[in-house]
């Protein structure tokens, strides 16, 4: 099984700044790697598809990038509503697995 | 609009099955895989398995021996029933959908909380 690691686990950060958001494969995946943004009470939202591409109504201050092991979330001009938990999700091997998550936190 | 709406038991005792289904609206089954995927609370993401609407499956090898997803297309339902549960199983439960060849989840439904107790 692949793993997932993100880092950090808590990152705090103000509403305006720029943020990036690590996410580690334990071996190459590809391009084949998602991100999800998670509100608490919520289900999660993709993101970013094929390591780089935003889904359907994402706005363009999410970037992602990376390939094989390393890949990154950029999060441009934060709002408030960004402030969440995202994950990563390799699906280059079954099982697809997902990392432990980041908690962007308003500081 | 597509929507997913999971259903099913919020409480099942340890040794016993839990049992879910997930409803799809606003468009067809077909053509499109269903998966199961939970949250224990306050912790990450763990994909359980998926469906095909034609009933081929997939599951997580940490959890097969006691997982079974099935599909009813004439329903635009697929379920899930994992036996043997322990107060492990204990999490927030989620269906969703994805189409082959693109294995992460546009559409998912709200939740739903099961919990394992006596």
């Known amino acids: 099984e692949i793993v997932m690691t993100q880092s950090p686990a808590t990152l705090s950060v103000s509403p305006g700044e720029t943020v990036t958001l690590s996410c580690r494969a334990s071996?190459?995946?590809?391009?084949?790697l998602a991100w999800y943004q998670q509100n608490p009470g919520q289900a999660p939202r993709l993101l970013i598809y094929?390591?780089?591409t935003r889904a359907t109504g994402i706005p363009a201050r999410f970037s992602g990038s990376g390939s094989g092991t390393e890949f990154t979330l950029t999060i441009s001009s934060l709002q408030s509503e960004d402030f969440a938990v995202y994950y990563c999700?390799?699906?280059?091997?079954?099982?697809?697995?997902f990392g432990q998550g980041t908690k962007l936190e308003i500081k | 609009q597509v929507q997913l709406q999971e259903s099913g038991p919020g409480l099942v005792k340890p040794s016993e099955t839990l049992s879910l289904t997930c409803t799809v609206s606003?468009?067809?089954?077909?053509?499109?895989?269903g998966s199961w995927i939970r949250q224990p609370p306050g912790k990450g993401l763990e994909w359980i398995g998926y469906?095909?609407?034609?009933?081929?499956?997939n599951y997580n090898p940490s959890l097969k021996s006691r997982v079974t997803i099935s599909v009813d297309t004439s329903k635009n339902q697929f379920s899930l029933r994992l036996t043997s549960v322990t107060a492990a199983d204990t999490a927030i439960y989620y269906c969703?959908?994805?189409?082959?060849?693109?294995?992460?989840?546009?559409?998912w439904g709200q939740g739903a909380l099961v919990t394992v107790s006596s």
């Open positions: 969703a959908r994805h189409q082959p060849g693109r294995p992460y989840f546009d559409y």
């Open positions: 606003g468009g067809s089954i077909s053509n499109y895989y």
């Open positions: 469906i095909f609407y034609t009933g081929s499956t």
């Open positions: 071996q190459s995946v590809s391009s084949n």
């Open positions: 094929g390591a780089s």
């Open positions: 999700q390799q699906y280059n091997n079954w099982p697809y697995t």
